[in-house]
Protein backbone atom coordinates (compact mmCIF):
# COMPACT_ATOMS: atom_id res chain seq x y z
CA UNK A 1 0.00 0.00 0.00
CA UNK A 2 1.28 3.21 -0.96
CA UNK A 3 1.41 6.60 0.78
CA UNK A 4 -1.54 8.08 -1.36
CA UNK A 5 -3.51 5.03 -0.48
CA UNK A 6 -2.83 5.11 3.43
CA UNK A 7 -4.73 8.80 3.66
CA UNK A 8 -7.59 7.66 1.80
CA UNK A 9 -10.48 7.79 4.80
CA UNK A 10 -12.79 4.31 4.94
CA UNK A 11 -15.46 5.62 2.41
CA UNK A 12 -12.84 6.37 0.05
CA UNK A 13 -11.26 2.81 -0.04
CA UNK A 14 -14.27 1.17 -0.11
CA UNK A 15 -15.29 3.33 -3.37
CA UNK A 16 -11.94 2.26 -4.88
CA UNK A 17 -12.41 -1.04 -3.90
CA UNK A 18 -16.13 -1.16 -5.98
CA UNK A 19 -14.40 0.90 -8.67
CA UNK A 20 -11.25 0.74 -9.12
CA UNK A 21 -11.11 2.25 -12.28
CA UNK A 22 -12.86 5.38 -11.20
CA UNK A 23 -11.78 8.66 -9.64
CA UNK A 24 -12.22 8.75 -6.07
CA UNK A 25 -13.96 11.82 -4.87
CA UNK A 26 -12.15 14.26 -3.30
CA UNK A 27 -14.63 14.97 -0.40
CA UNK A 28 -16.10 11.40 -0.08
CA UNK A 29 -16.80 10.56 3.82
CA UNK A 30 -15.86 13.76 4.86
CA UNK A 31 -17.96 16.23 6.98
CA UNK A 32 -20.16 18.58 5.00
CA UNK A 33 -19.99 22.51 5.59
CA UNK A 34 -23.28 24.98 6.66
CA UNK A 35 -21.45 26.47 3.29
CA UNK A 36 -21.79 23.44 1.10
CA UNK A 37 -25.52 22.99 2.11
CA UNK A 38 -26.79 26.52 1.10
CA UNK A 39 -24.64 25.69 -2.22
CA UNK A 40 -26.47 22.10 -2.42
CA UNK A 41 -29.64 24.06 -1.96
CA UNK A 42 -28.86 26.51 -4.61
CA UNK A 43 -28.02 24.51 -7.33
CA UNK A 44 -31.22 21.93 -6.56
CA UNK A 45 -33.13 25.83 -6.68
CA UNK A 46 -31.60 26.47 -10.13
CA UNK A 47 -32.47 22.82 -11.36
CA UNK A 48 -28.20 22.17 -11.86
CA UNK A 49 -27.58 18.50 -13.13
CA UNK A 50 -26.75 15.95 -10.92
CA UNK A 51 -23.78 15.03 -12.72
CA UNK A 52 -22.76 18.59 -12.24
CA UNK A 53 -23.44 18.63 -8.36
CA UNK A 54 -21.44 16.04 -7.82
CA UNK A 55 -18.46 17.58 -9.83
CA UNK A 56 -18.31 20.64 -7.77
CA UNK A 57 -18.77 18.90 -4.16
CA UNK A 58 -16.21 16.15 -5.31
CA UNK A 59 -18.64 13.94 -3.92
CA UNK A 60 -20.86 10.79 -5.26
CA UNK A 61 -24.66 10.91 -6.49
CA UNK A 62 -25.54 9.25 -3.02
CA UNK A 63 -23.73 11.61 -0.99
CA UNK A 64 -25.68 14.03 -2.61
CA UNK A 65 -29.22 12.37 -2.37
CA UNK A 66 -27.95 11.79 1.55
CA UNK A 67 -27.78 15.48 1.83
CA UNK A 68 -30.73 16.38 0.62
CA UNK A 69 -32.40 13.74 3.17
CA UNK A 70 -30.53 14.65 5.82
CA UNK A 71 -30.75 18.72 5.28
CA UNK A 72 -34.70 18.15 5.11
CA UNK A 73 -34.68 16.41 8.44
CA UNK A 74 -32.68 19.24 9.92
CA UNK A 75 -35.36 21.62 8.23
CA UNK A 76 -38.27 19.71 10.42
CA UNK A 77 -36.24 20.26 13.70
CA UNK A 78 -37.29 23.40 12.71
CA UNK A 79 -40.36 23.15 12.42
CA UNK A 80 -40.15 24.15 8.75
CA UNK A 81 -43.26 23.45 6.67
CA UNK A 82 -43.20 19.84 4.78
CA UNK A 83 -44.12 21.99 1.58
CA UNK A 84 -41.74 24.19 2.18
CA UNK A 85 -39.29 21.33 2.59
CA UNK A 86 -40.45 19.68 -0.47
CA UNK A 87 -40.03 22.66 -2.27
CA UNK A 88 -36.61 23.80 -0.88
CA UNK A 89 -35.09 20.18 -1.46
CA UNK A 90 -36.80 18.54 -4.31
CA UNK A 91 -38.00 15.88 -2.62
CA UNK A 92 -41.28 14.14 -2.11
CA UNK A 93 -43.68 13.87 1.21
CA UNK A 94 -43.47 10.34 1.41
CA UNK A 95 -39.32 10.52 1.01
CA UNK A 96 -38.89 12.98 3.50
CA UNK A 97 -41.79 11.38 6.02
CA UNK A 98 -40.08 8.16 5.74
CA UNK A 99 -36.17 9.78 6.55
CA UNK A 100 -37.94 11.52 9.06
CA UNK A 101 -39.13 8.43 10.68
CA UNK A 102 -36.06 6.38 9.98
CA UNK A 103 -33.76 9.44 12.07
CA UNK A 104 -35.92 9.51 14.90
CA UNK A 105 -36.10 5.60 14.95
CA UNK A 106 -32.05 5.60 14.93
CA UNK A 107 -32.87 8.69 17.78
CA UNK A 108 -34.92 6.28 19.95
CA UNK A 109 -32.76 3.18 19.54
CA UNK A 110 -29.07 5.81 20.04
CA UNK A 111 -31.06 7.11 23.09
CA UNK A 112 -32.41 3.67 24.55
CA UNK A 113 -28.64 2.55 24.10
CA UNK A 114 -27.29 5.47 25.73
CA UNK A 115 -30.01 4.84 28.84
CA UNK A 116 -29.17 1.36 28.87
CA UNK A 117 -25.16 2.68 29.21
CA UNK A 118 -26.01 4.88 31.74
CA UNK A 119 -28.28 2.42 33.94
CA UNK A 120 -24.98 0.32 33.67
CA UNK A 121 -22.83 2.97 34.81
CA UNK A 122 -25.01 3.70 37.53
CA UNK A 123 -25.30 0.02 38.65
CA UNK A 124 -21.43 -0.23 38.95
CA UNK A 125 -21.37 3.49 40.30
CA UNK A 126 -24.09 1.81 42.96
CA UNK A 127 -21.76 -1.66 43.37
CA UNK A 128 -18.86 0.76 43.67
CA UNK A 129 -20.52 2.95 46.70
CA UNK A 130 -21.61 -0.43 48.42
CA UNK A 131 -17.92 -1.27 48.05
CA UNK A 132 -16.61 2.05 49.44
CA UNK A 133 -19.39 1.80 52.44
CA UNK A 134 -17.98 -1.78 53.12
CA UNK A 135 -14.35 -0.42 53.11
CA UNK A 136 -15.58 2.26 55.64
CA UNK A 137 -17.54 0.13 57.79
CA UNK A 138 -14.14 -2.64 58.04
CA UNK A 139 -12.15 1.22 58.53
CA UNK A 140 -14.53 1.95 61.76
CA UNK A 141 -14.37 -1.49 63.13
CA UNK A 142 -10.81 -1.54 62.78
CA UNK A 143 -10.23 2.18 64.25
CA UNK A 144 -12.86 0.47 66.98
CA UNK A 145 -11.09 -2.34 67.86
CA UNK A 146 -7.71 -0.28 67.92
CA UNK A 147 -9.27 2.24 70.37
CA UNK A 148 -10.66 -0.71 72.46
CA UNK A 149 -7.17 -2.44 72.87
CA UNK A 150 -5.87 1.10 73.69
CA UNK A 151 -8.24 1.33 76.58
CA UNK A 152 -7.33 -2.17 77.50
CA UNK A 153 -3.53 -1.25 77.33
CA UNK A 154 -3.99 1.76 79.49
CA UNK A 155 -6.46 -0.04 82.25
CA UNK A 156 -3.62 -3.14 81.69
CA UNK A 157 -1.28 -0.14 82.59
CA UNK A 158 -3.41 0.87 85.75
CA UNK A 159 -3.30 -2.38 86.90
CA UNK A 160 -0.15 -2.87 86.61
CA UNK A 161 0.87 0.04 88.68
CA UNK A 162 -1.03 -0.41 91.42
CA UNK A 163 0.06 -4.04 91.78
CA UNK A 164 3.50 -2.61 91.57
CA UNK A 165 2.34 -0.18 94.47
CA UNK A 166 0.97 -3.34 96.37
CA UNK A 167 4.51 -5.53 95.95
CA UNK A 168 6.20 -2.47 96.77
CA UNK A 169 4.21 -2.18 99.93
CA UNK A 170 4.69 -6.15 100.88
CA UNK A 171 8.44 -5.64 100.18
CA UNK A 172 8.52 -3.10 103.16
CA UNK A 173 6.74 -5.21 105.37
CA UNK A 174 8.76 -8.30 104.42
CA UNK A 175 11.63 -6.01 105.12
CA UNK A 176 10.19 -4.76 108.46
CA UNK A 177 9.59 -8.19 109.21
CA UNK A 178 13.45 -9.48 108.24
CA UNK A 179 14.57 -6.71 110.12
CA UNK A 180 12.51 -7.67 113.51
CA UNK A 181 13.59 -11.51 112.94
CA UNK A 182 16.99 -10.28 113.25
CA UNK A 183 17.00 -8.52 115.93
CA UNK A 184 14.58 -11.33 117.58
CA UNK A 185 18.03 -13.79 116.62
CA UNK A 186 20.45 -11.33 117.94
CA UNK A 187 18.00 -10.96 121.01
CA UNK A 188 17.97 -14.78 121.62
CA UNK A 189 21.75 -15.25 120.86
CA UNK A 190 22.56 -12.84 123.65
CA UNK A 191 19.95 -14.39 126.07
CA UNK A 192 22.24 -17.56 125.50
CA UNK A 193 25.47 -16.28 126.06
CA UNK A 194 23.73 -15.22 129.38
CA UNK A 195 23.00 -18.24 130.10
CA UNK A 196 25.80 -20.08 128.96
CA UNK A 197 28.17 -17.05 131.09
CA UNK A 198 26.15 -17.24 134.30
CA UNK A 199 24.98 -21.21 133.99
CA UNK A 200 27.06 -21.89 137.55
CA UNK A 201 25.29 -19.38 139.00
CA UNK A 202 21.90 -20.21 137.85
CA UNK A 203 22.90 -23.75 139.00
CA UNK A 204 23.56 -22.23 142.41
CA UNK A 205 20.29 -20.42 142.70
CA UNK A 206 18.08 -23.48 141.78
CA UNK A 207 19.92 -25.60 144.73
CA UNK A 208 19.18 -22.85 146.92
CA UNK A 209 16.05 -22.78 145.60
CA UNK A 210 15.14 -26.68 145.61
CA UNK A 211 16.52 -26.33 149.33
CA UNK A 212 13.88 -23.35 150.18
CA UNK A 213 10.99 -25.92 148.41
CA UNK A 214 12.55 -28.64 150.76
CA UNK A 215 12.61 -26.30 153.74
CA UNK A 216 9.47 -25.41 152.68
CA UNK A 217 7.70 -28.79 152.32
CA UNK A 218 9.22 -30.11 155.71
CA UNK A 219 7.92 -27.39 157.55
CA UNK A 220 4.19 -27.98 156.00
CA UNK A 221 4.30 -31.31 156.51
CA UNK A 222 5.73 -30.71 160.71
CA UNK A 223 2.83 -28.68 160.73
CA UNK A 224 0.10 -31.12 159.67
CA UNK A 225 1.87 -33.52 161.69
CA UNK A 226 1.15 -31.55 165.09
CA UNK A 227 -2.64 -30.45 163.71
Known amino acids: MNTQEEKLNFYQKNFKNKNPDKTIPLNLGKKWTDEEELLLLYEIANDVNIKEITETHKRTENSINCRQNEIAYKMSLCDTPLDEIVERTRLDKKTINDFIEYKNNKKSIKEKKIMIEIEDEFIDMKKDINDMKNTINDLKNTIND ?67 ISDIKNTMKNIYDNV
Open 146 to 212: FIEKKKDIQNNKKSIKEKKIIIEDEIIDMKNTINDMKKDINDFIEHKKYIKNNKESIKEKNIEITNV
